[in-house]
């Protein structure tokens, strides 16, 4: 007998959705008693992603099929959109990675389109997204409810998914790896945003909801303990490898796909991938497929790599021209795109509300300027700012590492009584704001390569000790009559 297969959708939609994929699935030999779409509310102001997940579980629990109520038995699923942060929360629930029983009945995870780190229209959604096209417009007690907690979840830079990814992603045993007891992962993104009206949506970078950069769950976080005593593991400068016993889970792009029609109008390869995925059962046959993924992705990645401004941004034709220079057209080629999520605390673990990171590039005159090829848009996450999200276009070279660049931090405490001061790497005295914190890149350590991946999320963790000002002498904050 097959293991079910369980397919999750993503906020604001619903089980309909999935049929489409149903059938595409069925049509490669999928059993249609293994098939079980779920069906769950989003659109409701006071659910989290995690009351989700543990309604997820009871529903498994009370199941007619008695393979899914039986905790022992495996399972796969296929997850679209927020679908996988909903899974990703029902792991997270059943314990460490080392004898987590959810872990050990999930044997594939296939995620299409995932928000692993959320979407930039998460934010909008609590304005007018929320209110005028994604609220539940159903008479009711949820009537134009456009599920806040939910979004909150979705928001870039979100507390939620930065502390999953700790749990799941960057802990001492990851959730996904090489061995028996955990799944294999695929991810596979559409190459396309919107087109047509829905194209007023789309950011550049995306799939019309959810960023490229942000879907795959190959990630690694690099902690800068700028005080003047560090206290992080690893000393002032740890960066997490990138795979070592993780199973390498990279973005497979799909041709002329969307952030929708990844599952309303199934791609036939795809189809036939997630297929044969389903079929993977050790590391050698993982590989095997991956390389086969990738052979097929590698074809959809030029229309990724346009320059971010009109190309990406769903315009055509005279539009494109017309209004290319005011979204930055940029004559270079691009490696793609990625994510920085930054949280900026001191050393007492408060956050530091009012922050800037600047990217500067070595001139040939020896100088520093600001690395304008390297546009970012910056997202400060609404209910704790000290959590931002930079997305970055990555210039072709960038991820050589032979580029001379710098970080330049800007910290304010809002007063001039307090003020962050930084020590520089290695250990010495840079400056105490308002002048900046300047960390040069290559001092990260040759031995873990660049910052810069195209296509993955990275994250950065800034420590700076918070202290009273002017530095040179006694502090008005605090005197002796």
């Given at each position: 007998m ?28 999928a ?45 796969d ?8 942060l909903?899974l ?52 009711g007690?949820?009537f ?37 007891d ?42 800068l303990d ?14 997490s ?36 995925f389903l079929?993977?059962?050790d ?22 790599k ?15 021209q017309y209004?290319?220079?005011?979204l ?84 304010s405490s ?39 991946y ?28």
């Amino acid at each position: 007998m097959p293991r079910p297969l369980l397919l999750i959708h993503g906020y604001s939609a619903s089980g309909k959705d999935l049929l489409p994929l149903e059938q595409a699935l069925a049509a490669k030999g999928a059993s249609a008693t293994s098939l079980n779409i779920c069906n769950y509310i989003s659109l409701n102001n006071e659910i989290t992603i995690q009351d989700i997940a543990e309604a997820f579980d009871r529903a498994l629990r009370f199941h007619a099929n008695p393979e899914l109520r039986d905790e022992s038995k495996p399972f796969d699923a296929i997850v679209h959109s927020t679908g996988m942060l909903v899974l990703r929360s029902w792991l997270a629930g059943g314990g460490a990675a080392a004898t987590n029983p959810r872990l050990r009945r999930l044997k594939h995870l296939i995620g299409l389109a995932p928000a692993t780190w959320g979407s930039p229209q998460a934010h909008k959604g609590r304005t007018w997204l929320g209110a005028l096209v994604k609220g539940n417009r159903e008479i009711g007690p949820d009537f134009l409810n456009a599920g806040d907690r939910v979004l909150e979840g979705l928001e870039l830079g979100s507390t939620f998914t930065w502390d999953l990814a700790h749990r799941d992603l960057l802990g001492a045993a990851p959730f996904y790896d090489n061995g028996p007891d955990t799944p294999f992962v695929a991810v596979f993104i559409g190459n396309r945003p919107y087109d047509g009206l829905s194209s007023v949506a789309n950011d550049p970078g995306t799939d019309g909801t959810v960023r490229w950069s942000g879907c795959s769950l190959d990630t690694r976080k690099v902690t800068l303990d700028l005080t003047r005593l560090p206290q992080a593991e690893g000393g002032r400068v740890s960066i997490s490898p990138w795979v070592g016993s993780r199973l390498d889970v990279p973005m497979i792009a799909v041709p002329n796909r969307n952030h929708a029609t990844i599952v309303s109008d199934p791609e036939p390869t795809v189809m036939q991938l997630v297929t044969d995925f389903l079929e993977v059962a050790d590391p050698a046959g993982y590989d095997a497929w991956l390389a086969a993924a990738r052979a097929f992705g590698d074809t959809a990645l030029p229309a990724m790599k346009l320059n971010p401004g009109a190309c990406a941004g769903g315009l055509a034709g005279e539009a494109k021209q017309y209004f290319g220079h005011l979204l930055g057209e940029s004559e270079t080629p691009m490696e793609g795109w990625q994510q920085l999520v930054v949280h900026a605390r001191d050393e007492h673990g408060d956050g530091i509300q009012d922050y800037l990171i600047e990217i500067l590039a070595q001139q040939t005159d020896g100088n520093w300027a600001l690395f304008e090829e390297m546009y970012t848009a910056v997202h400060a996450y609404g209910p704790d700012p000290s959590f931002r999200c930079f997305h970055l276009r990555l210039p072709e070279g960038v991820s050589s590492g032979k580029l001379k660049l710098r970080a330049r931090i800007h910290a304010s405490s809002g007063t001039d009584l307090v003020g962050y001061q930084g020590f520089g790497v290695p250990p010495g005295p840079v400056s105490a704001l308002p002048q900046p914190i300047d960390i040069d890149l290559d001092s990260l350590g040759p031995e873990n390569g660049t910052l810069f991946y195209p296509f993955t999320t990275t994250l950065i963790e800034i420590i700076l000790n918070r202290t009273p000002l002017p530095l040179d002498k006694v502090s008005p904050l605090l005197t002796f009559l």
